[in-house]
């Protein structure tokens, strides 16, 4: 793999065609964490670059934490979905084991949200001291 920029933008860093695992997702990953506001992700960008397990393994905070950011230039959030339907989750992606991580990362995206909303949220009984206080 080179170390130069990868752009997110190329269709041939999501595609998995002719690809193994690790050939597909090392240089996926590596131009993801880029756009990490995490110090601690960004610190382990050049071994993502060859550790297939350590690009797995950080994939889905990646995706939590870019999901978080609002500041971005471009529209991070619409390139990755675009790229997912297009390369991923299509019939033609022969590479299973890239469909079940992107789902697992999916899956935190998910938990996250709901993690977030509960805690938004006033349970019933919290609702009901309050208005006995009024």
């Given amino acids: 793999f080179s170390a130069e920029a990868i752009s997110l933008e190329k269709s041939t860093v ?5 690809k193994t695992f690790e050939i597909w997702i090392c240089p996926l990953v590596y131009s993801l964490i880029v756009y990490c506001n995490d110090i601690i992700l960004r610190l382990c960008q050049d071994i993502i670059l060859f ?12 995706f939590v934490n870019i999901s978080a950011r609002k500041d971005l230039e471009i529209d991070l959030h619409k390139l990755i979905c675009l790229q997912l339907k297009e390369h991923i989750f299509v019939e033609s992606n022969k590479l299973m084991k890239s469909i079940q991580v992107v789902l697992n990362c999916l899956n935190e995206l998910r938990i996250r949200h709901v993690m977030e909303r509960s805690s938004f949220v006033p349970s019933r009984r919290d609702v009901s001291k309050v208005i006995k206080l009024i």
């Fill in 51 to 62: 550790k297939g397990e350590v690009a797995e393994l950080l994939l889905p905070s990646i």
């Fill in 14 to 18: 999501w595609e998995t065609d002719g």
